[in-house]
């Protein structure tokens, strides 16, 4: 038996600027889109289920793990780029922002945690997760913009807004740890087959 890893990306989420980032749930969207993935076939290898701290990872994560009756484990680490010089930011200054933060790696934008940075800590963090499984396939629930980064160390490419996911999360890539090497790049969770 292969074993998989995968990375989801959570869901849309209830956008409140009076509410810390880390704290937005999933809104109705988010949460319908994953519990129609809880019957997919891609998930019944999976084996265990990890996310960020945040709470829209870990209302995604525990929303997929309920459908295989296992209880997901929360890691810190996992959690998305530091953002908290800027707070929120509106859609089109935050995508521009974005950009600039994928187009120079190694520069802290606006005090955001720097891209480089924000790869190094989530490699560090999800290694050992991934080198402790023995069986079946590990989930990892989280964020956009530290999934691409992942993505891009196990993927060998370089740093680039070009590998980031789709636009409205709730994405998914999968690395053959066995083979190690990448399956597929970012796909929605309703385009996930076995």
């Not at 960020?52 to 929303?63: F, M, R």
């Not at 079946?136 to 964020?143: M, P």
Request: aromatic fraction near 6%; hydrophobic fraction near 40%; charged fraction near 25%.
């Amino acid at each position: 038996m292969t074993r998989l890893l995968r990375y989801l990306t959570h869901t849309q989420v209830v956008i409140d600027p009076d509410v810390a980032i880390d704290r937005w749930p999933l809104n109705q969207t988010g949460r319908a889109r994953l519990e129609a993935a809880r019957s997919a076939g891609w998930l019944r290898t999976v084996t265990r289920i990890l996310s960020s701290t945040e709470t829209k990872a870990v209302q995604s994560a525990d929303i997929l793990a309920e459908a295989l009756d296992m209880v997901p484990e929360a890691v810190p680490g996992l959690h998305e780029n530091d953002r908290s010089a800027t707070g929120f930011l509106p859609s089109e200054e935050f995508e521009q922002t974005a950009d600039t933060f994928f187009a120079a790696p190694d520069r802290s934008v606006r005090g955001w945690e720097t891209a480089r940075d924000a790869q190094s800590r989530m490699v560090k963090s999800a290694r050992p997760l991934w080198e402790a499984q023995r069986e079946g396939d590990l989930l990892l629930v989280g964020h956009g913009v530290v999934g691409s980064l992942l993505w891009c160390h196990l993927a060998d490419l370089p740093i680039s807004r070009d590998h980031d996911q789709r636009p409205g999360g709730g994405c998914v890539w999968t690395y053959d740890l066995d083979a190690g090497a990448p399956r597929h790049g970012w796909l929605p969770v309703e385009e996930m087959e076995d």
